[in-house]
């Protein structure tokens, strides 16, 4: 029996530990999913053709800007760190109109203190009113495994 309890509680205690480094939160207004596993952010800002708009409705030529503030976790090497970013947009839950597997580039780090990364796009008649899209932004540490996945569904009008 002790030994039950024993084990019962040291696969309790790794549970606990893998999952400490991990969240996941719905933002309720735009619909946006977001999970990060071993990298945070503190806020996440959509802009509006420059202004701070909490939406997933746009207009043609509206230019969207994700904002993603104070991230933390990247694992530093002579005082840098070196995100990447990827973004994707997907129509209809199975066409890709847009794919960028690196939007920064940073070969030689960053040493920005604190991080903030954004992410743009612009409605351009690429974008049908009726159609569905999801955006998928992911921001990865080049030096871990840590990982930041934003995705939000959005409409055209």
């Known amino acids: 029996m002790k030994k039950s309890v024993y084990l019962?509680?040291?696969?309790?205690?790794?549970?606990?530990a893998c999952?400490?480094?991990?969240?996941?939160?719905?933002?309720l207004k735009t619909g946006a999913y977001m999970r990060g596993n071993g990298?945070?952010?503190?806020?996440?800002?959509?802009?509006?053709n420059d202004v701070n708009h909490q939406t997933n409705h746009y207009h043609f030529k509206d230019k969207i800007?994700?904002?993603f503030e104070n991230i933390s976790g990247l694992k530093e090497e002579n005082a840098k760190t070196y995100?990447?970013?990827?973004?994707?947009?997907?129509?209809n839950k199975n066409q890709v109109i847009a794919d960028f597997e690196d939007?920064?580039?940073?070969?030689?780090?960053?040493?920005?203190?604190?991080?903030t990364l954004n992410?743009?796009?612009n409605m351009t008649k690429v974008?049908?009113?009726d159609a569905k899209y999801t955006l998928y932004i992911k921001i990865k540490d080049g030096k871990s495994d840590g990982v930041y996945s934003y995705e939000m569904p959005f409409t055209v009008e």
Do not use: H
């Open 8 to 16: 019962l509680l040291t696969i309790s205690l790794l549970l606990v």
């Open 19 to 27: 999952s400490f480094n991990q969240s996941a939160e719905r933002e």
């Open 39 to 48: 990298i945070g952010v503190d806020d996440v800002y959509i802009e509006v």
């Open 65 to 67: 800007n994700i904002k």
């Open 83 to 91: 995100p990447k970013m990827s973004m994707k947009i997907v129509e």
């Open 103 to 115: 939007l920064l580039n940073l070969k030689d780090g960053t040493d920005m203190n604190p991080l």
């Open 119 to 121: 992410a743009y796009f």
């Open 127 to 129: 974008f049908k009113p």
